[in-house]
C-alpha cells in the first residue's frame, strides 16, 4: 500500500494480512494440518472454525490426512476393561511389530463403561456395560454425543429377553447428505419354535423415533457373530439357515439395508470357511 503526502512524496505502508482474509480452502488446508488432539482449541478459537471445523468436507479432509499414516502402520480403536482407546499398530518390513497406546477416547469427560462398539462412517454406537439397553453415538472428532431414547414398544418383550443385536447405518439422501439409522433386534431360537421370540425395530436421527419392523427371518445370526460390518452404510454379519439343527456357519452372510429397511437375501461366500475364519 502506498500513501501520497502534501508533498507529494510516496510513503510506503506495510499492511498485515490476517488468516481470516484468506480464501476458505486455503484456510481449511492450513486447519486440516492441526493434530486432532488440538481440534478443541481450533473450535474455540471463534465461531467461523468452529463452523468450519464440523463442516463434512473439511472433516473429510483432516480424517483423510490423520489417515495418511506411514506404510505398515495403522490407526486403531480397540476396548480394553470397558472404556475405548486410540491404538498405533506397526506392521512394517524390518521393524519388529509393536502396538501403541496413543491415549484413551473420552466421552466428554462422562465417566461410563461401555460392553459393545460398534462403527459406521466415522460414528460409534457404544452400548453401556450396565444397561444393554442403554447406547450412546459418538462422534470423537466433533466430541458429540446422542443418548437415544428407550423404545414405548419395549415393554413388550418377555422378561429377561434384552440382549440386542445392534448395527448402524445410513442411506444417501444426494448433495452429501446422510441420513443415519440405528438397527436393533431380538431373535431367540433357543428350542425353536416353542421357544421362540422375534423383535425387529430401527430408529431414525432425523425424526427421533422408533419403528418397529415386520420381519419374518429365513436365516439365523449366531450370538457369538452379533457384531456386523459396515460398509457404504448397510451391514454384513455371517449367517446360516434358519432351519438348520446345528449353530454351525455355512459360508454365507446377510445384509441388512438402511435406505430400504429390509434385509437382503443369503448370500454365498465364493469360499469355503470355518468358525474361526470370521
Not at 39 to 50: F, G, I, N, S, Y
Not at 189 to 204: K, V
Request: with cysteine; hydrophobic share 35%.
Amino acid at each position: 500500500m502506498i500513501v501520497t503526502s502534501s508533498r507529494n512524496m510516496s510513503i510506503p505502508i506495510k499492511t498485515t494480512t490476517k488468516i481470516s482474509d484468506l480464501p476458505v480452502n486455503l484456510v481449511e488446508e492450513i486447519l486440516s494440518k492441526v493434530p486432532l488432539k488440538s481440534m478443541r482449541a481450533v473450535r474455540l478459537t471463534c465461531k467461523e472454525w468452529e463452523a468450519l471445523s464440523k463442516s463434512r468436507n473439511f472433516s473429510k479432509m483432516h480424517i483423510d490426512k490423520l489417515r495418511a499414516v506411514k506404510e505398515g502402520e495403522s490407526m486403531i480403536i480397540t476396548m480394553m476393561d470397558y472404556n475405548l482407546y486410540l491404538m498405533r499398530v506397526v506392521l512394517a518390513c524390518n521393524v519388529d511389530p509393536f502396538i501403541e497406546c496413543k491415549g484413551k477416547l473420552t466421552c466428554l469427560d462422562k465417566q461410563i463403561k461401555i460392553s459393545q462398539v460398534f462403527h459406521c462412517d466415522g460414528l460409534l454406537l457404544c452400548v453401556l456395560k450396565d444397561d444393554y439397553t442403554k447406547v450412546i453415538v459418538w462422534n470423537p472428532y466433533l466430541g458429540q454425543t446422542r443418548s437415544i431414547e428407550e423404545s414405548r414398544y419395549y415393554s413388550l418383550r418377555p422378561d429377561g429377553w434384552n440382549k440386542f443385536t445392534y448395527a448402524l447405518g445410513y442411506e444417501d439422501k444426494g448433495s452429501s447428505c446422510r441420513g443415519y439409522k440405528l438397527l436393533r433386534f431380538i431373535d431367540k431360537y433357543y428350542n425353536a419354535p416353542i421357544e421362540q421370540f422375534l423383535w425387529y425395530e430401527i430408529y431414525d436421527f432425523d425424526s427421533a423415533t422408533w419403528k418397529t419392523l415386520d420381519v419374518t427371518p429365513h436365516w439365523r445370526i449366531l450370538f457369538s457373530h452379533e457384531t456386523g460390518v459396515s460398509l457404504k452404510g448397510n451391514t454384513y454379519w455371517p449367517a446360516l439357515q434358519r432351519n438348520m439343527e446345528e449353530d454351525v456357519l455355512d459360508n454365507h452372510i446377510i445384509c441388512f439395508d438402511f435406505t430400504s429397511e429390509s434385509f437382503g437375501p443369503l448370500l454365498r461366500l465364493p469360499f469355503d470357511i470355518g468358525d474361526s475364519d470370521y
